[in-house]
């Protein structure tokens, strides 16, 4: 929902300094923050409308992000093949 009822302006300063970092968006207490991905969701037609249809409806974002999440922890992430980072001895 703070996507769609916050206004969000490019991030300019942090703490009474230029922001010289990655884009990101602020609101007007300069609190919270979004991202550009986060932005383009309301900028595409396609994506707006889940936008909007998950802000007015929580129990279907939760639901789906659910069932997406299990599936993801379910089928892993391939990753190449490299040394491990870890040593047990």
């Known amino acids: ?11 300019v300063s942090h703490n ?8 990101q968006y602020e609101d007007k207490t ?4 979004m991202l550009p991905s ?10 707006r409308v889940w936008v ?3 802000a007015a409806n929580e129990d279907d974002f939760f639901r789906d992000f659910a069932k997406a999440f299990a599936k ?3 089928l892993g ?7 491990a980072w870890y040593r047990f001895w």
């Open 52 to 54: 909007e249809h998950y």
């Open 72 to 74: 993801l922890l379910e």
């Open 1 to 11: 929902r703070l996507l769609l009822e916050e206004r969000w302006s490019l991030k």
């Open 16 to 23: 009474g300094k230029p922001w010289d970092g990655p884009d």
């Open 38 to 47: 986060d932005m383009a969701l309301l900028h595409d037609p396609d994506l």
């Open 77 to 83: 992430v391939p990753f190449a093949a490299t040394k």
């Open 30 to 33: 300069g609190k919270l923050m």
